[in-house]
């Protein structure tokens, strides 16, 4: 059983940047493909961002692209992800999700097994 906890949540004011990692445990990470959601008060959880087990292939959702990256440290069971020039609309709770062992990347949130609790993110002047 894997177990997914996000750190790196906050206040971010409008224009700047902010990094989430998610931390893995109990289980094989290196094997899995690692993806980012998010969800916004009053509306669906949506994809932000994911990675292949081996870090080659990534894929981002058009709202965020040109200004994320998604990386992993399969050493340190880490995936991180960094979003610059953030704008109010970023604002929503970023959930970490990781996929069953050699599969590849997807979008929908239904592919993950695994998630983690969630972390804030409020973009806010």
């Known amino acids: 059983q894997v177990q997914l906890v996000e750190f790196g949540g906050g206040l971010v004011q409008p224009g700047g940047s902010l990094r989430l990692s998610c931390a893995a445990s109990g289980g094989t990470f290196s094997t899995r493909a690692m993806g980012w959601f998010r969800q916004a008060p009053g509306k669906e959880r949506e994809f932000v961002a994911a990675?292949?087990?081996?870090?080659?292939?990534?894929d981002y959702t058009d709202s965020v692209k040109g200004r994320c990256t998604i990386s992993r440290d399969n050493a340190k069971k880490t995936v991180y992800l960094q979003l610059n020039s953030v704008k109010p609309e970023d604002t929503a709770v970023y959930y970490c999700?990781?996929?069953?062992?050699?599969?590849?990347?997807?979008?929908?949130?239904?592919?993950?097994?695994?998630w983690g609790q969630g972390t804030q993110v409020t973009v806010s002047s």
């Open positions: 999700a990781g996929r069953t062992s050699y599969t590849p990347i997807r979008r929908a949130a239904r592919e993950y097994a695994y």
């Open positions: 990675i292949s087990w081996s870090g080659g292939t990534t």
